[in-house]
């Protein structure tokens, strides 16, 4: 079993890329957002709780997120692997995948990192926002936004994952078939 956690900042191409390589690998895509949006459009305990959260403007616990991740892993038991796109998001999430992974004899193979330079993914994000619809791409103060909590939440699993050896950078710029082959030729070289 292969399992991938691809991360990034906004905008740097983690959901494109995504789709190739679960075709390629032959994955389970898991991503955070669409888990979250399954559980809050219905209504489940757990998108209930994460609701309470939301609706006062908080971040919702590692716990809660957790256990909509593993839910949906649970919904896929014959899955050659999985690429986790969105989680985890920060040091104890990582802590808490790596907690889960062994119990169905599994870990995370490798973290893949889609780098690239703050300037070019603002601009790629107020792009995507005019066809988008999200207000979270029409803002460049709530992009930055955005970038301060990775930088401060998520860039520590890099320091976590170099511990375990697992951790490798891919150069995000570029066409799309550049960057799917250097994530490919990450991955073929595992």
């Known amino acids: 079993m292969i399992n991938i956690v691809l991360f990034g900042k906004p905008g740097a191409g983690k959901g494109t890329q ?14 955070t957002g669409d888990i979250f949006r399954f559980n809050l459009k219905n209504d489940t ?3 209930k709780k994460a609701r309470v959260f939301m ?3 908080e971040l919702v616990p590692c716990e809660v997120t957790t256990a909509m991740l593993i839910d949906e892993v649970n919904k896929h038991p014959d899955s050659a692997g999985f690429l986790f796109d969105g989680y985890p998001r920060t040091l104890d999430q990582a802590e808490a995948l790596d907690k889960f992974l062994p119990t169905i004899g599994s870990s995370v193979t490798a973290t893949i990192a889609l780098e690239a330079d703050d300037e070019i993914l603002v601009a790629r994000l107020l792009e995507r ?25 998520t860039a520590p699993l890099i320091g976590y994952y170099k511990e375990q050896n697992k951790f490798h950078a891919v150069n995000g710029i570029g066409t799309i078939e550049e960057i799917t082959e250097r994530l490919t030729s990450v991955i073929d070289n595992l």
């Open 45 to 47: 305990e757990l998108g």
């Open 55 to 57: 609706d006062n403007g």
């Open 129 to 153: 926002g005019k066809t988008s619809g999200r207000p979270d791409d029409q803002d460049e103060e709530k992009i930055r936004v955005r970038y301060q909590e990775y930088n401060e939440k």
């Open 18 to 31: 995504a789709e190739f390589l679960k075709e390629k690998y032959n994955l389970t895509h898991l991503s």
